[in-house]
C-alpha cells in the first residue's frame, strides 16, 4: 500500500475535512472511497476537472495519463497549466503539482506511455476523456467488464458546446443507497392481520412510505413476530397508512411500535460500450435516453447517433473533425445520415435501437465546427458529473444508465463569429474566440460583476472567470464581498484554499488565485457583509455600475436582500445553490422573469417545546436538547456568572426585573450561577469533576425521576388510554456507573469545558476523572409536584409559582454569601463544532445519547451528532461544479444578447442522477379576484398586472396637486403605461 510522504494511513478519514461530504455520503460510504484507486486518462479542461473534484473527494489514489503537450487553447479550460507550459510540458506533467495540493490523503501520480490492460488491472475505476479511438475503448471496456470483480468504466467528452458521459459498471453492480436519503419513520397505531397487512401511523407525521420501500418493525406489542422483520410496502393506502406483505400468521396487534425504512442492497446490470453504441436504451430504465432539457425532445437521440458517427470519422481520418471547417463537417453529417440508415434497415424487432425519421443537418454541422474546443462552463458541468459517477462505484447512489447527452447549441451566435480557424489568434481565449468572436471576448472582458460570496461556489466561479477572461480590461471589474475566514472543514471543496490559508479572508485569498489563473483578471475582494446595514458600501452608484450580480451564498437572507437590490435596480441575478447532490440555479431577468424573492422554500418543521423539554422519540430530539442544554450551562452560564461576579446585587435586581413574569426562569438561572460560582470560589479539576458529576445526577437522574413521579407508568389521559404511548416514551433515570464509557465521556467533556471557563489546564486522565466522579456524593431525590405541559403547541417555557419565589429567596441568599473577587472572571465562549480540541461536540454527543438511553432511543455517532448540532449543510465538489457550469451558460447567453426565452433555470439530483433544464416563469403579476376567502368579496388591482419589476418614477419638483394626478395616471393606465419612464 502505498504511504507517501506526508500522507496519513487511508484506513481512516479526516473527519472535520470531510464532515460536509460525510453528510451527504454517510460514514460507510466514505469508509469505501478512501479505498478506491482510480485512473484517468485526458487532462483537458474535462479532465482536470473530474481530477480535481474527484481529488477533493478523497479516493485511496488517482493516476494520471496525458502525454500530449500544452497547448494555448488549454489555458481556456485547464486552470492548472500556464503559458510557461505551451509547448514544454505534459497536461499530466504541468496538472500534476497543484492537484497533489488539494488533498493530502490522496496518493496522485502520473502514468506515461501507452495504456495497456496491464496498466488498468491495477484499478477500480478507469476514466477516459476526450478520447475517441473507439476500438482501443471497447478493448478497454472489455477487459474491464470481465475482471473477477468488475473495474468500474467511465467515458466522456466535450465537443465544443456537446457533452456527453457513458457508464459502465459491469454486468452486476451492487447499490446499497439509490438515492442518499436519510430513513423515514413513523410511530405505529395499528396493523392488521391480513393477507396484506394494513399498518396505520400517529396521525402526528406523514409516513413518506411508497410502493416498493422496505421496511422493519421494533417494539410492536401483541404481534411481536413482525419485530426485526424487513417487509415489503405493497401499496400506499394513504399518508397515514400502507400495506405490507401478508401478516396472517402473526399475533395480533395490541399496542406501541416504530416502523423505520430500510435499504436492501440490489444489483443492477450494465451493457458493455459496444453493446450500447448501437442500443443505447437501457432496460428498467424507463423509454429512451435522458433528456435534460424538455423542450429539446429528442435531441438526446440525434446527439446519441452523432457520437456513433463521429467515432467513425476519427477512426477513419485518426483526428477529430477540423475547427470551422466546412469539409469535415458535410463528411460528418454523411456518416451521421450513414449510421441512422443502418440502424433503420437492422432487425425491427430488437426496440432499443434508435432509428430517427428526421435529422437535423445543422446540429450535426455545429458540432463538427467546433469539436476542437472546451470551454470552463462546460468542462465545470461535466467534470462534475464524471466525478460523481466514478464516486457511485461505491455502491452509494444510483449511476448514470447509462448515457447522457446533452448540448447548449443555442449559445452561438446567430452567424459564424469566425470565418476560418487561420483567423484566431493563438491565445488563453482561442477556443471562446472560435466559437464567439473578437468583439464576444471584448464585451465579457469589460464586464463588471458583483460576485457575493467566495466559498465552495464563489472559488468555482473565481476560477470560470479568470478561464473565460471576464473583467480582463481597464473597464472590467471583478468585485468579490464574503466576510467570513477559511475553515478546515472548507478545504473539502472550496478548491482555491489551502492549508496555509486557514484563518485568513475567503474573499482576499480566492482572489490572489484567480489572478494567478489569469494574472489579467481584476479582481478586488472585500470583507463586507452585503445588507442593509452596509448600504454605505453598496450604494446607488455601486449598484448602477454592474453588468450583473452572481450570489454564491448559503445565506437566505443574505440572498433576498441581494435579489431585493437587484430588482431596485434592474440588474440580471444568477442565483444557485446545492445540498448535498442536489442543487439548482435561477435566472433573474429584469421584467422578464420571477425574482428570487417571489418564490421561498417552506419553512422547516420545528421539534414542539414539550416534545424536546420531556417527551422525544427520535434521536434528532435527543441532539437538540443537549445543544440547546450546552448553550444554557456553557454559553449564558458564564456569562451571567461574570456579570454576577463584577456586581452581585446590582444583577440581581436587574435580572428579576427583566424576568418578573418568570420566576422559573429566574430560578434555573440563578440555580446555575450559585453552581459555576461555588466551584468557580477556588477552583480546581477536581471541582468541575464534581460539577460534572452533579449536572449528570439532575439531567439523567432527577429530572427523569420527577417526569415519572408526576405521571407515573401505569398513568392514563383524560380519556382512559395509556399516556405513556404513541410518541410518548416512557423514560428510566439512569444511575452513574464509571465503568460506561459514555458515563465517563460525558464527565470528562463536561469537566474540560468547566475547566476552560475556570482558566484551568485541560485533563485526559481517564481513570483520574472516574476515580473522582465515584466519590462524589449527590443529595437523594426528592419528589415534588410540577406543572409539565403536555401540549405540543404551548410556547411558553415557564411555568412559575410560589415555590419558586421561595427557592429563589433561598438562593438569592446563598449566592450573596459567595465571596469572589470582583476582578476575576470565567472564560467565555461560543459552541464551535470544527474544533475537536475544545469538547463541544464530545459534550454534546454524550448528553444526547444519554437522553436517548433514558428514553430507549437508538444511540448516535458522534459524527452523525456534530452534523445534526452544528446544522452543517451536506456539500460535494461535484456538485458545486456542476451547478456552476450550468450558471456559466447562462451567463454566456446574457453576453451573447440572448432572448429570456432561451434562458434556463435548473434542477439537478446527482444521486437518481437527475438533471431537468426548464424556462424561466414570467413575473408574477397582480390580477383581478372574483372572490378573495381571506376578504371574503371580490378584489380590484389596481394597476392590473402590476410585478415586483414595477416602479413609479417621480421627478420633481411637483406640486401636491401635480404629484397626485401623477400617480392616478401611472395607477389607472392599462396600456401603454408610463410606469418606469
Not at 483537458?44 to 487553447?73: Q, Y
Not at 440525434?302 to 467513425?312: C, T
Not at 443537418?361 to 466525478?387: C, D, M, N
Not at 417526569?707 to 407508568?713: E, I, R
Request: proline share 5%.
Amino acid at each position: 500500500e502505498y504511504m507517501g510522504e506526508g500522507r496519513v494511513s487511508n484506513m481512516e478519514f479526516d473527519q472535520n475535512l470531510y464532515s460536509r461530504q460525510v453528510g451527504s455520503l454517510g460514514v460507510e460510504a466514505m469508509g469505501k472511497l478512501i479505498k478506491l484507486r482510480v485512473f484517468l486518462h485526458g487532462l483537458r479542461g474535462l479532465g482536470v476537472e473530474a481530477a480535481k473534484n474527484l481529488i477533493l473527494a478523497g479516493p485511496k489514489s488517482v493516476t494520471l495519463h496525458d502525454d500530449e503537450l500544452v497547448t494555448a487553447s488549454d489555458l481556456s479550460s485547464n486552470f492548472y497549466v500556464t503559458e510557461a507550459d505551451i509547448g514544454s510540458r505534459s497536461r499530466a506533467a504541468a496538472s500534476v503539482t497543484q492537484l497533489k495540493e488539494l488533498n493530502p490523503y490522496v496518493h496522485v501520480d502520473v502514468a506515461t506511455g501507452e495504456i495497456t490492460t496491464d496498466l488498468l488491472k491495477n484499478f477500480d475505476v478507469v476514466v477516459f476523456t476526450d478520447n475517441y479511438n473507439i476500438a482501443k475503448l471497447q478493448e478497454f471496456n472489455q477487459f474491464c467488464r470481465t475482471q473477477e470483480k468488475a473495474i468500474g468504466f467511465v467515458l466522456a467528452g466535450i465537443l465544443g458546446l456537446y457533452g456527453f458521459t457513458f457508464v459502465d459498471y459491469g454486468p452486476g453492480h451492487t447499490i446499497f443507497d439509490a438515492t442518499g436519503e436519510e430513513l423515514k419513520n413513523s410511530i405505529v397505531s395499528s396493523i392488521s392481520n391480513d393477507e396484506a397487512g394494513i399498518v396505520v401511523v400517529h396521525g402526528d407525521k406523514r409516513h413518506n412510505f411508497v410502493e416498493g420501500d422496505y421496511v422493519t418493525f421494533r417494539e410492536v406489542q401483541g404481534m411481536t413476530e413482525i419485530n426485526d422483520k424487513v417487509m415489503k410496502v405493497t401499496k400506499f393506502i394513504s399518508p397515514f397508512s400502507f400495506a405490507v406483505e401478508d401478516t396472517r400468521s402473526f399475533g395480533a396487534y395490541t399496542r406501541e411500535g416504530i416502523v423505520e425504512q430500510v435499504k436492501v442492497p440490489y444489483q443492477l446490470p450494465f451493457n458493455s460500450l459496444e453493446h450500447s453504441l448501437t442500443r443505447p436504451y437501457t432496460k428498467g430504465k424507463g423509454e429512451g435516453l435522458d433528456t435534460p432539457d424538455l423542450e429539446k425532445w429528442g435531441r438526446s437521440d440525434l446527439l446519441h447517433v452523432v457520437y456513433a458517427g463521429l467515432v467513425e470519422f476519427v477512426r477513419d481520418h485518426g483526428r477529430l473533425p477540423r475547427l470551422l471547417n466546412n469539409e469535415d463537417a458535410d463528411d460528418l453529417v454523411a456518416r451521421v445520415k450513414a449510421v441512422n440508415d443502418r440502424n433503420k434497415s437492422g432487425n425491427m424487432e430488437i426496440e432499443d435501437v434508435i432509428r430517427l425519421d428526421e435529422i437535423d443537418e445543422a446540429v450535426i454541422r455545429k458540432i463538427a465546427l467546433y469539436a476542437q474546443t472546451q470551454l470552463t462552463p462546460h468542462a465545470s458541468f461535466w467534470g462534475g458529473i464524471v466525478a460523481q459517477e466514478v464516486v457511485k462505484f461505491i455502491g452509494k447512489f444510483t449511476p448514470l444508465r447509462q448515457w447522457l447527452h446533452y448540448d447548449t447549441l443555442e449559445l452561438l451566435p446567430e452567424q459564424q463569429a469566425v470565418a476560418s480557424a487561420g483567423d484566431i489568434p493563438a491565445s488563453r481565449y482561442h477556443d471562446l474566440v472560435a466559437i464567439f468572436g473578437p468583439d464576444f471576448q471584448q464585451r465579457l472582458a469589460s464586464q463588471k460583476v458583483f460576485l457575493v460570496g467566495a466559498g465552495a461556489l464563489g472559488c468555482e466561479f473565481i476560477k470560470m472567470f479568470a478561464l473565460l477572461g471576464l473583467a480582463t480590461t481597464e473597464n472590467g471589474r471583478l468585485i468579490v464581498t464574503d466576510d467570513d475566514n477559511i475553515e478546515i472543514s472548507n478545504l473539502n471543496r472550496q478548491f482555491l484554499f489551502r492549508k496555509e490559508n486557514v484563518g485568513h479572508s475567503k474573499a482576499a485569498v480566492a482572489c490572489s488565485v484567480g489572478s494567478r489563473m489569469n494574472p489579467q483578471l481584476r479582481a478586488d475582494a472585500l470583507k463586507t457583509r452585503v445588507s442593509p446595514e452596509t448600504e454605505e458600501t453598496f450604494n446607488d452608484d455601486f449598484w448602477e455600475s454592474l453588468s450583473f450580480v452572481v450570489n454564491a451564498v448559503d445565506n437566505v437572507q443574505a440572498r433576498l436582500h441581494v435579489d431585493a437590490r437587484c430588482v431596485f435596480y434592474h440588474k440580471h441575478l444568477f442565483e444557485s445553490g446545492t445540498l448535498g447532490t442536489k442543487c439548482n440555479s435561477q435566472v433573474v431577468i429584469p421584467k422578464e422573469t420571477q425574482s428570487y424573492g417571489d418564490s421561498q422554500d417552506p419553512p422547516e418543521e420545528s421539534i414542539p417545546l414539550c416534545t424536546l423539554k420531556n417527551f422525544p422519540y427520535q434521536i434528532e430530539h435527543t441532539i437538540q436538547w443537549a445543544r440547546d442544554y450546552f448553550e444554557g450551562i456553557f454559553g449564558e452560564g458564564p456569562n451571567e456568572s461574570n456579570k454576577f461576579i463584577a456586581n452581585p446585587q446590582a444583577y440581581l435586581t436587574k435580572l428579576k426585573k427583566e424576568l418578573r413574569d418568570k420566576p422559573a426562569m429566574v430560578r434555573a438561572r440563578l440555580d446555575l450561577i450559585l453552581k459555576l460560582v461555588t466551584h468557580f470560589e477556588v477552583p480546581s479539576i477536581e471541582n468541575c469533576i464534581e460539577l460534572a458529576r452533579l449536572v449528570f445526577q439532575d439531567i439523567f437522574g432527577d429530572q427523569i425521576a420527577s417526569l415519572l413521579h408526576n405521571f407515573p407508568p401505569d398513568y392514563r389521559t383524560e380519556s382512559g388510554a395509556p399516556f405513556w404511548s404513541g410518541p410518548k416514551r416512557q423514560p428510566e433515570a439512569i444511575e452513574f456507573n464509571p465503568e460506561d464509557p459514555v458515563h465517563v465521556d460525558f464527565i470528562w467533556s463536561t469537566a474540560n469545558i468547566l475547566a476552560y471557563a475556570f482558566r484551568l489546564p485541560k485533563l485526559d486522565d481517564r481513570e483520574r476523572i472516574k476515580a473522582v466522579a465515584a466519590k462524589v456524593k449527590v443529595t437523594p431525590f426528592q419528589p415534588k409536584k410540577v406543572k409539565i405541559s403536555t401540549d405540543p403547541n404551548d410556547r411558553n417555557e415557564d411555568a412559575g409559582g410560589d415555590e419558586d419565589e421561595r427557592e429563589i429567596q433561598i438562593l438569592e441568599q446563598n449566592l450573596l454569601s459567595k465571596k469572589v473577587d470582583p476582578s476575576r472572571s470565567m472564560n467565555t465562549f461560543e459552541f464551535e463544532k470544527d474544533d475537536d480540541s475544545n469538547y463541544h461536540i464530545d459534550f454534546i454527543t454524550a448528553c444526547a445519547n444519554l437522553r436517548a438511553r433514558n428514553y430507549k432511543i437508538a444511540e448516535a455517532p458522534r459524527l452523525k451528532v456534530k452534523l445534526i448540532a452544528g446544522k452543517i449543510i451536506p456539500a460535494l465538489a461535484t456538485t458545486t461544479a456542476m451547478v456552476v457550469g450550468a450558471v456559466g451558460f447562462e451567463i454566456l447567453k446574457l453576453i451573447g444578447g440572448k432572448a429570456h426565452t432561451v434562458y434556463r433555470n435548473s434542477f439537478m439530483n446527482l444521486a437518481l442522477p437527475l438533471w431537468l433544464f426548464t424556462e424561466p416563469l414570467p413575473p408574477i403579476q397582480t390580477k383581478d379576484k372574483d372572490y378573495d376567502p381571506i376578504l371574503m368579496g371580490p378584489v380590484k388591482a389596481i394597476p392590473p398586472k402590476w410585478t415586483t419589476w414595477d416602479r413609479i418614477l417621480v421627478k420633481g419638483p411637483l406640486t401636491l396637486q401635480q404629484l397626485f394626478d401623477h400617480f392616478q395616471n401611472c395607477l389607472l393606465y392599462t396600456s401603454p403605461s408610463p410606469r418606469d419612464s
